[in-house]
């Protein structure tokens, strides 16, 4: 039977507001709060971080840290690899969702051939490049990584060659660029996005699940829905940022957003989603404790970290 290897990536670079590293220490202490000794029982890597980038002013306003996030991106594809070549199973925890340019790297990495299905569960798109990012934040570039994209036809920034060399890289994490496809991408809640994430989203007739069709499909259908999107794909990986949630909920994340969906159907949806036997890889990110009261982000993530892990040991031991 297989096991779960949890992957923590404690790295806060590609976030705009400071605290997400903390994310993974918190959700541990809601674990013993809760009097789990979940974090005992699975072995677990720790991916070193370029935290310290934080004290040192950004070079660059289009794709801030980014030789830091690349780093950190090309040390979590290794062990998401790693984990998968083993035949088991890695629930990443990280801070920030710029390292999940890695993580889809490492599943691609392991299954070269194949084809690898995303499940976005996000108020976000993430689909910026530093060509068209309003920020610079490497937390909304990580899935144009992933899909090879530019949107040049959207451009905004006049972008270096040093940044735009580092930019490549982030790309060809692996030597593959692209890793997924357009059409084996969904999004679950995305209601927060800028026009140049709509034009390809448009362009490509990307399939969102919005909060608006869970709450009238029920969880049943919207999970088939979702499934429905990735099934031509060999494997699929699910990221769960807590964002996705309302805001009224998702205090402790760096970018909360109205109109998102609550912890149960959270839950509900994803525990559905992990009935299928593709998913490969599992990832909560952005948990930020410090603009919490009392970790109550970081106890609706252990609580769903839980239930994913024997929700899959559940469907293992059926097998």
Not at 257 to 270: C, D, F, M, R, Y
Request: with cysteine.
């Amino acid at each position: 039977m297989k096991n779960i290897k949890l992957v923590e990536v404690k790295s806060e670079i590609g976030a705009g507001t400071r605290g997400a590293s903390l994310g993974v220490d918190a959700i541990k202490i809601a674990a013993f709060d809760f009097g789990s000794d979940y974090f005992k029982k699975y072995q677990s890597i720790e991916i070193p971080s370029d935290n310290q980038m934080l004290f040192e002013p950004s070079r660059s306003s289009y794709a801030r840290r980014i030789k830091g996030v690349l780093s950190v991106s090309e040390k979590v594809a290794e062990a998401v690899k790693g984990v998968l070549s083993e035949d088991n199973f890695p629930i990443v925890l990280s801070g920030d969702h710029s390292s999940a340019a890695g993580t889809i790297a490492g599943i691609k990495m392991a299954y070269p051939e194949a084809r690898i299905g995303v499940v976005w569960i996000d108020a976000h798109a993430d689909l910026h490049s530093p060509y068209t990012t309003p920020s610079g934040n490497m937390h909304g570039m990580p899935l144009s990584a992933a899909l090879g994209e530019d949107n040049i036809a959207m451009k905004v920034n006049n972008v270096d060659d040093n940044i735009r060399d580092y930019w490549e890289k982030y790309k060809n994490i692996g030597g593959i660029s692209p890793k997924i496809r357009y059409d084996n991408l969904v999004y679950v809640c995305l209601r927060d996005y800028e026009q140049q994430e709509d034009f390809l989203l448009k362009q490509h007739r990307v399939r969102v699940i919005t909060t608006d069709e869970i709450v009238n499909y029920g969880i049943d259908k919207a999970a088939r829905e979702v499934l429905y999107s990735v099934e031509p794909c060999d494997y699929i990986y699910i990221s769960f940022d807590v964002d996705s949630m309302d805001s009224s909920i998702s205090k402790g994340t760096g970018t909360p957003v109205p109109n998102g969906i609550t912890e149960k159907q959270a839950a509900s949806l994803i525990l559905r989603l992990l009935q299928d036997e593709k998913v490969c890889c599992f990832e909560i990110t952005e948990v930020n404790p410090t603009l919490d009261k009392e970790n109550l982000m970081a106890e609706n993530a252990f609580e769903i970290l839980q239930r994913v892990t024997n929700q899959l040991y559940n469907d293992w031991a059926e097998e």
